[in-house]
């Protein structure tokens, strides 16, 4: 069984601040990486995807992915209340799946 | 855009009724998808159809069976609902066989077992 591990947090940062969500998986041959945003009573929507070793940025969003320690993150700058939603992430595992496993999501409150 | 309708927002039926969710796409995706999200448990993969009259299964798919007769539709179906079977279902497409496609979900199916 391919896991996706994410803390559920929630996690709570000041407007502002730095928000930084974490994700491990278990599959290492696993190629690509995805950040999904749901808010609450709505559908997840994509975000970010990610698939080398590194830094993306797309606004005030940047993912970065470690493949040898398994490990990608999200990091949401300039955090404001709207960001406020569980943070879903997915991996599709490797030989070239297109089937996404799902982390349980970390739950984000930016408050004032 | 990518335009995934689910045909309930909210249902509710009785156990042992036999349930019928319908999901259709209009972009053409060749893979469909069904999940169920639970509190703590998260989005959890029922079934899944890469083309017409293909099925796999996925993690759950106990109690559940699916049909997909055209490429942009793909029904889930609870042969005899059961209270354990109270969720929130996501259907879920995407475009292609590769690993780099995303997938795009419908605005979710509350469904009620009593």
């Known amino acids: 069984q391919k896991e996706v591990e994410q803390n559920s947090g929630p996690l709570s940062v000041p407007e502002g601040a730095i928000a930084s969500l974490n994700c491990t998986y278990s599959?290492?041959?696993?190629?690509?990486f995805f950040w999904y945003r749901q808010y609450s009573g709505k559908s997840p929507e994509l975000i970010m995807f990610?698939?080398?070793?590194g830094d993306k940025e797309d606004g005030r969003f940047t993912a970065q992915l470690n493949k040898a320690s398994q490990y990608v993150s999200l990091l949401i700058r300039d955090s404001q209340p709207s960001d406020s939603a569980t943070y879903l992430c997915?991996?599709?595992?490797?030989?070239?799946?297109?089937?996404?496993?799902f982390g349980r999501g970390t739950s984000l409150i930016v408050h004032p | 855009d990518v335009k995934v309708t689910q045909s309930s927002r909210y249902l509710v039926k009785r156990t042992g009724e036999k349930v019928f969710l319908e999901c259709v796409q209009d972009?053409?995706?060749?893979?469909m998808f069904w999940y169920r999200q639970d509190p703590g448990l998260g989005l959890r993969l029922i079934y899944f159809?890469?083309?017409?009259?293909?099925?796999e299964k996925g993690d759950i798919p106990e109690g559940y069976s699916v049909s997909r007769e055209k490429k942009e539709r793909f029904s889930l179906i609870l042969e005899s609902a059961s209270t354990n079977q109270t969720s929130m279902y996501l259907c879920?497409?995407?475009?292609?066989?590769?690993?780099?496609?995303?997938?795009?979900f419908g605005q979710g199916t509350r469904l009620t077992v009593v």
């Open positions: 997915a991996v599709h595992a490797s030989g070239g799946s297109y089937i996404p496993t």
């Open positions: 599959d290492r041959g696993s190629q690509s």
């Open positions: 159809s890469y083309d017409v009259k293909m099925k």
């Open positions: 990610i698939y080398s070793n």
């Open positions: 972009m053409d995706h060749e893979n």
């Open positions: 879920a497409s995407s475009l292609s066989r590769n690993s780099y496609t995303e997938a795009f």
